[in-house]
C-alpha cells in the first residue's frame, strides 16, 4: 500500500486539525473529570454507609448498656431477636460479635472515618475500643454478615425495580470490653444509571458548547489561508487577478496584505521582464535578418549555405531562450481542448511517428500552443535520436498522461535529470546535424510544470526511450 493511500488520523487540513486537537483534549479532560465525579460519588457513598453503620452499633451498645449487660447476648439478641421490634422493620445493618477478628482481603481500610467514628463513640462513652472501618466487596463478606444485607437488597426491590445490586459493602471492626470483636455490616448504594445518563449528557452539553463556536472560528481561519493558498498557485499566470479581499482575524488579514501587496511586485516584474526581452529579442533579430539579407551576396554557394545555417541556429537558440524566458508568464489564455484530437494533429507533422488513439475523449483546460510546442519537442527528440516516436495518451486521477516512446538507445539513468538543465544534450557536440540547442526538454518540462505537471524520463524494458509528459485535466 502506498503512503498516499495508508489512512491517516491525523489529518491535513489546519481546520481539522484544531478541530481534532480541541476535541481529543476536551474528551480526555472530560473522561478525567468523569473519574474524579464518580471517586468523588463512590467516597460519598462509602461515607454515608460508614455514618449509618457507626450510628446503628452506638444504638445496639446503648441499649445494652440499658439492659445492663456489656456482653456478646446483647448484640445477639439484638441481631436476631426481630419480634421486639416493628413487624414490617428490615434492618440495613448486620452486626455480629465474635471471639476472632475478621481478616478479609484486599479492604479498603477508611483511615479517616475510622478516627471520626472512634472519636463519635467515645463523646458518646460507649465501650467499643480499636475501630477500624473498610469498605470491602460484598462477596468477602462473611455469611452471617452478607446474606441478610441480600435478602434485605431483594426484598425491596419489587418497590425499585431498576436498581442495580450493591458490590460494596462497609466493614466496621471493633474490641469490645470482654475481648470479643464486635463487626457490623451495611450495603454502599452503587451509581445509579441517573448519575452515568446525566454525566453523558453532561458531556454531549460540554462538546456542542465548545466544538460548535470553535469550529466556526477556525472555519473563520482556514477559509482565507485556503483561498490564499490557491492565489498564490496563480501567481504569474497571465492574467492578472484582483486584489484578494481581506477575511478572517487581524493576523490572517495582515497575511492577505502583504500577499497583494507580493503580487503586485511580481506582476510588475515580470511585466518588465517582457519588455525587456522583447526589446532584446527585436535588437537581436533584427541585424540577423540585415546579415541574411547580406550573405546572400556572397558567390560560395557551400559558405553561403553554412552562414545561413549559422544565422538559423541563432535564431531559433533565441527564440527558444525567449519562450523559455516568457513562460513564467505567457499571455496565451486558457482553452478546453480535446487532448486526443490535438495529439493528433500534432503528430501528423511528422512523418515518423504515430499516435493510438483512443475511443475515451479526454478535455483538459490548458494552453494550446505551449502544449503543441512541448509536445514536438519531445517528439522531434524521439525521432532523432530513436527514428520512431508512438505516443499514448491516458488520464489517471485528475491527471493526464502522454507517453512517448522510441526506439533509440536509451540513457544513463543517471543523467536523467541533468537532461532537463539547459544546453545539456545527450550528444555532447554541438552540430545541429545531431541536435538542438539543448532546450528542447527544459522548455518542455517548464510547459508542463506551468499547468501542474511534469516531464520525465526512463528506459523502456522492451529498448529504447519513454518520455512521459503529465498535466492537469
Same mark, same amino acid.
Given at each position: 500500500?502506498? =503512503?498516499?493511500?495508508?489512512?491517516?488520523?491525523?489529518?491535513r487540513?489546519?481546520?481539522?486539525?484544531?478541530l481534532? +486537537?480541541?476535541?481529543s483534549a476536551?474528551?480526555?479532560?472530560?473522561?478525567?473529570?468523569?473519574?474524579m465525579?464518580l471517586?468523588g460519588?463512590?467516597?460519598?457513598?462509602?461515607?454515608? /454507609?460508614?455514618v449509618?453503620?457507626? @450510628?446503628?452499633v452506638?444504638?445496639? #451498645?446503648?441499649r445494652?448498656?440499658?439492659?445492663?449487660d456489656a @456482653?456478646?447476648?446483647?448484640? !445477639?439478641?439484638?441481631r436476631?431477636d426481630?419480634?421486639?421490634?416493628?413487624?414490617?422493620?428490615r434492618?440495613?445493618?448486620t !452486626?455480629?460479635?465474635?471471639?476472632?477478628a #475478621?481478616?478479609?482481603?484486599?479492604?479498603?481500610?477508611?483511615?479517616?472515618?475510622?478516627?471520626?467514628?472512634?472519636?463519635?463513640l467515645q463523646?458518646?462513652?460507649?465501650a467499643?475500643?480499636?475501630?477500624?472501618? @473498610?469498605?470491602?466487596?460484598?462477596?468477602?463478606? =462473611?455469611?452471617?454478615?452478607?446474606?441478610?444485607?441480600?435478602?434485605?437488597?431483594?426484598?425491596?426491590?419489587?418497590?425499585?425495580?431498576?436498581?442495580?445490586?450493591p458490590?460494596?459493602?462497609v466493614l466496621?471492626?471493633g474490641?469490645?470490653?470482654?475481648?470479643q470483636?464486635l463487626?457490623?455490616?451495611? #450495603?454502599?448504594?452503587?451509581?445509579?444509571?441517573?448519575?452515568?445518563?446525566? #454525566?453523558?449528557?453532561?458531556?454531549f452539553?460540554?462538546?456542542?458548547?465548545?466544538?460548535?463556536?470553535?469550529?466556526?472560528?477556525?472555519?473563520?481561519i482556514a477559509r482565507?489561508l485556503?483561498?490564499?493558498?490557491r492565489? +498564490?498557485?496563480?501567481?504569474? +499566470? /497571465?492574467?492578472d487577478?484582483e486584489?484578494?479581499?481581506?477575511?478572517g482575524?487581524?493576523?490572517?488579514q495582515?497575511?492577505?496584505?502583504?500577499?497583494?501587496?507580493?503580487?503586485?511586485?511580481?506582476?510588475?516584474?515580470?511585466?518588465?521582464?517582457?519588455?525587456?526581452?522583447?526589446?532584446?529579442?527585436?535588437?537581436?533579430?533584427?541585424?540577423?535578418?540585415?546579415?541574411?539579407?547580406?550573405?546572400?551576396?556572397?558567390?560560395?554557394?557551400?559558405?553561403r549555405?553554412?552562414?545561413?545555417?549559422?544565422?538559423?541556429?541563432?535564431?531559433? !537558440?533565441l527564440?527558444? !531562450?525567449?519562450?523559455?524566458?516568457?513562460? $513564467?508568464?505567457?499571455?496565451?489564455?486558457?482553452?478546453?481542448?480535446d487532448?486526443?484530437a490535438?495529439?493528433?494533429?500534432v503528430?501528423?507533422?511528422?512523418?515518423?511517428?504515430?499516435?493510438?488513439?483512443?475511443?475515451?475523449?479526454?478535455?483538459?483546460?490548458?494552453?494550446?500552443?505551449?502544449?503543441?510546442?512541448?509536445l514536438r519537442?519531445?517528439i522531434?527528440?524521439a525521432?532523432?535520436? $530513436?527514428?520512431? /516516436?508512438?505516443?499514448v495518451?491516458?488520464?489517471?486521477?485528475?491527471?493526464?498522461?502522454?507517453?512517448?516512446?522510441?526506439?533509440?538507445?536509451?540513457?544513463?539513468?543517471?543523467?536523467?535529470?541533468?537532461m532537463?538543465e539547459?544546453?545539456?544534450r545527450?550528444?555532447?557536440?554541438?552540430?545541429?546535424?545531431t541536435?538542438?540547442?539543448g532546450l528542447?526538454?527544459?522548455?518542455?518540462?517548464?510547459?508542463?510544470?506551468?499547468?501542474?505537471?511534469?516531464?520525465?524520463?526512463?528506459n523502456?524494458?522492451?529498448g529504447?526511450?519513454?518520455a512521459?509528459?503529465s498535466?492537469?485535466?
Open positions: 500500500m502506498t =503512503p498516499s493511500r495508508t489512512f491517516r488520523l491525523w489529518p487540513s489546519l481546520y481539522g486539525q484544531i481534532l +486537537v480541541a476535541g476536551l474528551l480526555l479532560a472530560q473522561c478525567v473529570n468523569a473519574a465525579l471517586s460519588t463512590r467516597t460519598r457513598a462509602v461515607a454515608e /454507609a460508614s449509618m453503620v457507626v @450510628s446503628r452506638a444504638n445496639h #451498645l446503648e445494652s448498656e440499658r439492659m445492663g @456482653s456478646a447476648a446483647p448484640f !445477639i439478641a439484638a436476631g426481630v419480634r421486639k421490634d416493628r413487624p414490617n422493620r434492618r440495613n445493618v !452486626i455480629t460479635v465474635e471471639n476472632n #475478621l481478616n478479609i482481603p484486599r479492604a479498603e481500610y477508611q483511615d479517616d472515618m475510622s478516627i471520626r467514628a472512634q472519636e463519635f463523646q458518646g462513652e460507649i467499643l475500643s480499636d475501630v477500624r472501618i @473498610s469498605a470491602v466487596s460484598l462477596n468477602a463478606l =462473611p455469611p452471617a454478615l452478607r446474606d441478610p444485607q441480600v435478602r434485605r437488597w431483594q426484598a425491596g426491590r419489587f418497590r425499585q425495580s431498576a436498581r442495580k445490586m458490590s460494596t459493602a466496621l471492626a474490641r469490645l470490653p470482654n475481648g470483636f463487626h457490623a455490616a451495611g #450495603l454502599v448504594r452503587a451509581n445509579d444509571r441517573a448519575s452515568m445518563i446525566a #454525566l453523558l449528557l453532561q458531556t452539553t460540554l462538546f456542542i458548547a465548545v466544538m460548535v463556536p470553535l469550529a466556526l472560528v477556525a472555519r473563520r482565507p485556503e483561498d490564499l493558498t492565489r +498564490v498557485r496563480r501567481v504569474g +499566470v /497571465a492574467e487577478p486584489p484578494m479581499e481581506r477575511a482575524p487581524d493576523d490572517v495582515q497575511l492577505i496584505v502583504a500577499f497583494n501587496a507580493m503580487q503586485a511586485r511580481v506582476s510588475n516584474l515580470l511585466g518588465e521582464k517582457d519588455v525587456m526581452l522583447g526589446a532584446i529579442g527585436h535588437d537581436l533579430k533584427t541585424p540577423l535578418a540585415a546579415l541574411r539579407v547580406r550573405i546572400e551576396s556572397v558567390d560560395d554557394d557551400e559558405e549555405e553554412k552562414m545561413a545555417a549559422t544565422i538559423d541556429e541563432m535564431v531559433t !537558440i527564440d527558444d !531562450i525567449l519562450t523559455l524566458a516568457r513562460l $513564467g508568464k505567457s499571455g496565451e489564455p486558457l482553452q478546453s481542448v487532448i486526443g490535438m495529439v493528433e494533429t503528430v501528423s507533422d511528422f512523418e515518423n511517428a504515430r499516435f493510438e488513439t483512443s475511443e475515451r475523449r479526454v478535455v483538459a483546460h490548458i494552453r494550446p500552443v505551449l502544449i503543441r510546442r512541448a519537442n519531445l522531434g527528440n525521432i532523432a535520436y $530513436g527514428k520512431h /516516436a508512438a505516443l495518451v491516458r488520464d489517471e486521477g485528475g491527471m493526464i498522461f502522454v507517453d512517448i516512446d522510441d526506439d533509440g538507445p536509451g540513457i544513463d539513468p543517471a543523467m536523467a535529470e541533468s532537463f539547459p544546453f545539456v545527450a550528444e555532447r557536440s554541438r552540430s545541429r546535424s541536435g538542438g540547442s528542447g526538454l527544459t522548455i518542455s518540462r517548464a510547459i508542463a510544470r506551468a499547468h501542474g505537471g511534469d516531464v520525465g524520463l526512463r523502456r524494458a522492451e529504447g526511450l519513454r512521459t509528459m498535466f492537469k485535466i
